[in-house]
Each structure stands twice: as C-alpha cells, then as structure tokens.
C-alpha cells in the first residue's frame, strides 16, 4: 500500500488523501490507487479526480453509496 509523506510538495502538511481499492488479494489484505492528498478538507471536496467531477458532488449525489471501512 502506499506510504504518505509528511508533507506535499509545496511543502504543506498532508492531511487526507484519496484512494480508489484495485481489487481483493486475499481476506485481509487489499491493494489502493492513490488518487490525491490533500492538506485540508476543502481541498479534498473541490478535487476532480474522479471522472473530473467535483468530490463534494459525487459524495453528495442520491446515487452514491458511502462504505467505511478500515
């Protein structure tokens, strides 16, 4: 899995970043697309990322399904 830096390339400190599961190796173990970071929340819900919509947007639509998971 991917290992955050303690800062981003500006130099800000890295607060959140976004990933996207590949696919299941086995039961506990699972593989993660790093899609951005982040050093603030507001930064992570105006991102485009994802198909080049706004995160706030897609976390918001009636269509999208939020899991948590560790």
Same mark, same amino acid.
């Given at each position: ?21 590949? &696919? ?12 951005? &970071?982040y ?23 009636? &269509?999208?399904?939020?899991l948590?998971?560790?």
């Open positions: 899995m991917y290992e955050a830096k303690n800062t981003l390339p500006d130099g800000r400190e890295l607060a959140f970043g976004l990933y996207r599961k590949r &696919e299941f190796l086995n039961n506990d173990s699972r593989e993660y697309d790093l899609l951005g &970071e050093a603030n929340m507001d930064e992570v819900l105006n991102s485009t990322v994802i198909g080049g919509r706004l995160f706030k947007d897609i976390i918001m639509d009636d &269509e999208t399904e939020l948590g998971q560790d």
